[in-house]
């Protein structure tokens, strides 16, 4: 079966400090991988995109990385800052011949000063 | 800057009333969607379309249906709104090449069904 989990649900950090978040998906085939942003009450923005290819991808204060072969995502973020408090999603983009996207359930993080 | 906009932040509406959900998109996007989102169970697909006047029912498409008469906006509509479908709805919308492209997403519709 599809599946995206994610872990931890709840994460609470204090500001400036470090946290990682994982991804796990039995997505196959796989195309792609996305971590999205979402804060309480609004849509989801994506932050950053893995394909099969790449291993680590950065976007200022976050970093991606992807191990296709244990099928593992985790996002690193940098120095929190009290804007960070908000759902990430891990959504999968399934490889096969429909258009579907697999979410994960999402880390919901909580940086307090 | 692109845009995906739904018509209500917040909506309520009593059991059985008939709900439309609106979704407008300026990216010349082909490819749309909805979906709910509830706690712990993340977001599932109700319907996409990918296409004018096409449809495909996603993972949980009973008690909706939706509507695409033009290529920038796509309905969703609760035939007859019951308790069960108080949720936060989510539109999004992907170009052509879906497997690589981002899907942007609206800031949802908050339903609540009394």
């Known amino acids: 079966k599809n599946q995206v989990e994610q872990s931890p649900q709840s994460l609470i950090i204090l500001e400036g400090k470090n946290c990682t978040l994982q991804c796990n998906y039995t997505v196959s085939p796989f195309s792609n991988l996305r971590w999205y942003k979402q804060d309480t009450g609004r849509g989801p923005v994506s932050l950053t995109i893995?394909?099969?290819?790449?291993n680590t991808k950065s976007n200022g204060r976050y970093t991606a990385t992807l191990d296709a072969d244990t099928k593992q995502s985790s996002l690193h973020i940098t120095a929190s800052q009290l804007s960070d408090s908000a759902s990430y999603i891990c959504?999968?983009?399934?490889?096969?011949?429909?258009?579907?996207?697999?979410f994960g359930t999402g880390t919901l993080l909580a940086v307090q000063p | 800057d692109v845009k995906v906009t739904q018509s209500s932040r917040y909506l309520v509406k009593r059991t059985g009333e008939k709900v439309f959900l609106e979704c407008v998109q300026d990216m010349d996007h082909e490819n749309m969607f909805w979906y709910r989102q509830d706690p712990g169970l993340g977001l599932r697909l109700i319907y996409f379309?990918?296409?004018?006047?096409?449809?495909e029912k996603g993972d949980i498409p009973e008690g909706y249906s939706v509507s695409r008469e033009k290529k920038e906006r796509f309905s969703l509509i609760l035939e007859s709104a019951s308790t069960n479908q108080t949720s936060m709805y989510l539109c999004a919308s992907r170009g052509r090449d879906s497997l690589n492209t981002e899907a942007f997403f609206g800031q949802g519709t908050r339903l609540t069904v009394v």
């Open positions: 959504v999968v983009n399934y490889g096969g011949a429909t258009n579907k996207l697999i």
């Open positions: 893995m394909t099969f290819s790449e």
């Open positions: 379309s990918y296409d004018v006047k096409m449809k």
